[in-house]
């Protein structure tokens, strides 16, 4: 019922005295936080919206309605001038409170909310009063979708929403170093234009209604401290003022909106990561969030950047996974597989060595069993001044079985020189023995 005396009211241009009263009357209500701050403008009747079509205001000319908020109707308008193209978007505050707040403030505001000089930040060109005796702004025209519209489109990714999200806090951040804060955000306040940029709209909103110069009364702030309810701090639904704390409140809650929105598309690990951030944005105690939006910012570049964000608690080896399979999967797989190379080539070096060291045994033991069989039949030679070469090797031979201690294999390999000797000498029944008896010891070695 208020609402509706509210609007009709607005209509027809009744003074605010007559509204004040009957806000007066239901400030109880108000108090309770069920109205919230965009509904108190959109309830305006359209004959007055529309009443603005066609009227100029400054150089330009207004076309057509593009929107409307708690504060007013924004309208888009052409340049009159034709000088050059230029389009521009007015917003025209409601009588009311106009009434409430005051031209002067009003002008006051948007001349501070044109000094904040962000690429992500709708621009603000001028603010006055028209003939007609209506308060506007002249805004930066942004064609383009809101934040939740563009989320909702099917080819966006995880990291185009992570960027655009950076962007945001690069603009907030922006205005609380000049002393702003946004008070109202939620995605109907953040545009996404033509060319992929974040855009934040009505900066300054909080800041009118506490201007000491206005005349608003304490009824009209507790409707306004209410806000958008779904994206307002818990201080600001018990009464309190926005803050830096609030704002940071409802960036979680615009970030909880990409996480939902990706929830499919992340590993769990990513997905309570991502969700850290959010709890820690969207704290229910004040002095629990992010101190700066600086901070929310950097946790979510540190995400992007696939290390860890401040906000998640995780154990050392959680640490050292991150590290190795999801930051740098690549340099992990080539030094795993050059340290698998190295073992392997520095074992296959050890055998290598083994084997040459093996063979070199194996031939200073066949020389010393040369050298000995030599020695031994010297010895022979001088029992028997006629002894011949056929003689001499078999009993070189019968020396080799008899007398030298030495491994098969260094046996065998003397056995088949004598062997081949003896076939010179036309000894074919000894040497094939020997070739037998070479092939018997042979098999008694291990494979």
Request: one cysteine or more; charged letters at 20%.
């Amino acid at each position: 019922m208020l609402y509706q005396i509210f609007c009709d009211a607005l209509a027809v241009e009744e003074s605010a005295t007559q509204i004040k009263s009957m806000l007066a009357e239901d400030h109880n209500s108000a108090k309770n936080a069920e109205v919230t701050w965009s509904a108190l403008g959109r309830k305006s009747s359209m004959a007055v919206s529309e009443q603005f079509i066609g009227s100029t205001i400054n150089s330009f000319k207004i076309v057509a309605l593009i929107g409307q908020g708690g504060m007013g109707h924004v309208y888009l308008a052409e340049r009159l001038d034709k000088k050059f193209e230029q389009k521009v978007a007015i917003k025209i505050i409601h009588t009311y409170f106009d009434e409430m707040i005051g031209k002067q403030p009003l002008i006051r505001e948007a001349s501070l909310m044109a000094r904040l000089n962000h690429p992500n930040i709708g621009k603000i060109f001028d603010a006055g009063v028209s003939e007609s005796g209506f308060s506007y702004i002249v805004m930066e025209y942004i064609e383009g979708l809101d934040f939740d519209d563009y989320l909702a489109q099917k080819h966006i990714m995880l990291s185009d929403a992570l960027r655009l999200f950076i962007d945001l806090c690069s603009a907030i951040q922006h205005a609380h170093q000049h002393q702003v804060v946004h008070a109202d955000l939620k995605p109907e306040n953040i545009l996404v234009d033509l060319y992929q940029q974040v855009k934040v709209l009505d900066f300054g909103v909080s800041r009118l209604f506490s201007s000491r110069e206005s005349n608003n009364s304490p009824i009209l702030v507790d409707y306004l401290k209410a806000m958008t309810k779904k994206y307002a701090a818990p201080e600001q639904l018990q009464g309190k003022g926005a803050s830096v704390l609030t704002d940071i409140y409802a960036l979680g809650k615009i970030f909880s909106l990409i996480v939902e929105r990706f929830t499919e598309n992340c590993t769990n690990n990513a997905y309570k990561e991502l969700k850290s951030i959010v709890n820690k944005a969207m704290s229910l105690a004040a002095n629990q969030r992010y101190s700066s939006v600086d901070l929310l910012r950097n946790d979510v570049i540190r995400f992007q950047r696939k290390k860890i964000p401040k906000s998640f608690e995780c154990s050392r080896w959680y640490g050292w996974q991150k590290l190795c399979l999801v930051r740098h999967p690549y340099l992990f797989t080539f030094v795993l597989v050059s340290l698998i190379a190295t073992v392997l080539f520095i074992t296959q070096l050890v055998q290598q060595n083994s084997q040459i060291a093996q063979e070199k045994a194996q031939a200073d033991a066949v020389v010393e069993g040369v050298e000995n069989i030599l020695r031994l039949s010297n010895r022979e030679k001088l029992k028997s001044s006629n002894l011949s070469a056929a003689n001499f090797l078999e009993n070189s031979y019968d020396i080799l079985n008899k007398d030298i201690v030495a491994n098969i294999e260094v046996k065998a390999r003397v056995a088949l020189i004598l062997a081949e000797s003896l076939l010179s000498q036309n000894k074919e029944k000894l040497a094939e023995q020997i070739y037998i008896d070479t092939i018997n010891d042979s098999l008694q070695l291990p494979d």
